[in-house]
C-alpha cells in the first residue's frame, strides 16, 4: 500500500521570502513522487517529479523538491514566494513497480503568498 | 490546445438520473485514468486503461460507475441511478509511459440534487 501525508492544511508567507510545504510517503517500493498545484476551479498542473538520480529536483515556475530516502520526504521548496503562487499543493507518490501507474495523493496544503 | 480535455465542465443532475462524461487524452499518449476529488480532499483513483483495455479499477469504482475506452483514445465515465455522494469533481489524466508524468484535464463538476 502507499500513502502520503502533507501535515499542514495551510501555509502562510510573505512575499519575496522563502516557502516550503512539506510531504512524506510510505510506499513498499522504490517510490517516484510527484509536486502538482492546482488553481480555483482547474486541474491539476504537474510541477515536478523525482524518478531517479539527483535527490534536488528543479521544476516549473522556480520550485523544487528535495527527495530524502532516510526521512521518506520530498518537500516542496522556493527561494523566494510570489503572490500569483498562492494555490493549492498536492504531493503525490506511486511505487516504481506499479506498472498501473496509480497515483496516490496527498491531502493538499494551500499556501498563501501575501504582499 | 493539445491538452488533456474533459466534457462537460459542469453538470448538474437530480438524484437517480444517469450522466456521462467525456475525457480526449493528449493524443499520443497511450495511458488514461480516471480520479475523483471531493472539496478540500486531494483526488482519488478510480480507474486506468492502457490503451482501450482496463487494467485497474479502484474500489471506490461501485457497480453504478463504467468507464470504456473503446478505441484506445478518448474515453467515457457514465454514472448510473447518481447520488448525493456521487456529487465532485471528476478528473481525467493521460501519460505516455510508466514513468512519466500523468497530464490532467480541467475536471468535471458533477453536481446532485
Known amino acids: 500500500a502507499q500513502s502520503v501525508a502533507q501535515p499542514e492544511d495551510q501555509v502562510n508567507v510573505a512575499e519575496g521570502n522563502p516557502l516550503t510545504v512539506k510531504c512524506t510517503y510510505s510506499v513498499s517500493g522504490n517510490p517516484y513522487l510527484f509536486w502538482y498545484v492546482q488553481y480555483p476551479n482547474r486541474g491539476l498542473q504537474f510541477l515536478l517529479k523525482y524518478i531517479t538520480g539527483d535527490n534536488l529536483v528543479k521544476g516549473s515556475y522556480g520550485f523544487e523538491a528535495e527527495f530524502n530516502k532516510s526521512q521518506t520526504s520530498f518537500h516542496l521548496k522556493k527561494p523566494s514566494a510570489l503572490v500569483s503562487d498562492s494555490a493549492l499543493y498536492f504531493c503525490?507518490?506511486?511505487?516504481?513497480?506499479?506498472?498501473?501507474?496509480?497515483?496516490?495523493f496527498g491531502g493538499g496544503t494551500r499556501l498563501m503568498v501575501k504582499p | 490546445d493539445t491538452g488533456v480535455s474533459q466534457n462537460p465542465r459542469h453538470k448538474i443532475t437530480k438524484r437517480g438520473q444517469n450522466v456521462t462524461f467525456r475525457c480526449d487524452p493528449i493524443?499520443?499518449?497511450?495511458?488514461l485514468y480516471w480520479y475523483r476529488q471531493t472539496l478540500g480532499q486531494g483526488p482519488e483513483f478510480l480507474t486506468y486503461f492502457q490503451n482501450e483495455a482496463q487494467l485497474e479499477k479502484s474500489r471506490l469504482l461501485s457497480d453504478r460507475f463504467s468507464a470504456e475506452r473503446p478505441k484506445g483514445s478518448f474515453s467515457t465515465l457514465e454514472i448510473q441511478r447518481t447520488e448525493q455522494g456521487d456529487s465532485a469533481m471528476y478528473l481525467c489524466?493521460?501519460?505516455?509511459?510508466?514513468?512519466?508524468?500523468?497530464?490532467f484535464g480541467q475536471g468535471t463538476r458533477l453536481t446532485v440534487v
Open positions: 489524466a493521460s501519460s505516455l509511459a510508466w514513468d512519466t508524468e500523468a497530464f
Open positions: 493524443s499520443e499518449h497511450n495511458r
Open positions: 503525490a507518490v506511486r511505487e516504481a513497480n506499479n506498472a498501473g501507474n496509480m497515483l496516490t
